[in-house]
């Protein structure tokens, strides 16, 4: 079945380190997105791209890094310059067309201790 | 600027209860209309969608018409469950093709 993984579901890491986040589709989506999801809070986007090898800043990208070197992967690289790091981080991907929507992934829940 | 507003929850119901969440947008042209559903630790599921006006989209008991003159994409449910317990979103997707989401609305249905 045709999917979105997100990996992994849980994630602990110590202050300072850099940490990365896999997002990996076979829907053979073109465009893939970014979310930071804060307890009680909605979405806030940090990246998305909409083809490969190219990405754009969304609302939240500071402290934050992505690569998209293939068009099924969008890793996300939290790095010791985001001060609040502790969150859920939410992947999705779409395909050209207004009226498709987002497939989300399940989620990797980051806690910095 | 391009926005959707959704009713502040929570919400909560006894079991079999009616169920409206209020949603309207602002945007220009024709934008098609969605509702995702987020249980638990989980990521967002697609409840359901509507692509143009006067179009009812519907999953699973709820359901949802597309009012472009009041510009409104409300969520009904008939008779609620205690598995319906999550938090509903509304979004759109307009020419930029970026979804724009609401804030969220927690439903918590019991028993």
């Known amino acids: 079945d045709g999917g979105i993984t997100q990996s992994p579901k849980y994630l602990f890491r110590k202050e300072g380190q850099n940490v990365t986040l896999s997002c990996e589709q076979n829907l053979n989506h073109d465009a893939m997105y970014w979310y930071r999801q804060d307890p009680g809070q909605g979405l806030r986007l940090i990246y998305y791209s909409q083809i490969v090898n190219d990405f754009q800043k969304g609302d939240i990208a500071e402290g934050y890094s992505v690569s998209r070197e293939k068009k099924e992967s969008f890793p996300l690289t939290v790095t010791s310059a985001q001060k609040n790091p502790t969150a859920f981080y939410l992947c999705a991907s779409s395909t050209p067309g207004t009226e498709y929507g987002y497939t989300f992934g399940s989620g990797t829940r980051l806690t910095v201790v | 600027g391009n926005s959707v507003t959704q009713m502040e929850g929570p919400v909560t119901l006894s079991e079999e209860a009616f169920l409206t969440i209020n949603c309207t947008y602002t945007?220009?042209?024709?934008?098609?209309l969605f509702w995702y559903v987020q249980y638990p630790g989980e990521g967002l599921q697609l409840l359901l969608k509507a692509t143009k006006a006067d179009d009812k989209g519907s999953n699973k008991g709820f359901e949802a018409t597309y009012r472009k003159e009041t510009t409104s994409f409300h969520l009904e449910k008939g008779s609620v469950q205690v598995s319906d317990s999550a938090v509903y979103f509304c979004a759109y997707q307009g020419g930029s093709e970026k979804l724009v989401f609401g804030k969220g609305t927690k439903l918590t249905v019991n028993p």
């Open positions: 945007a220009t042209g024709y934008p098609s």
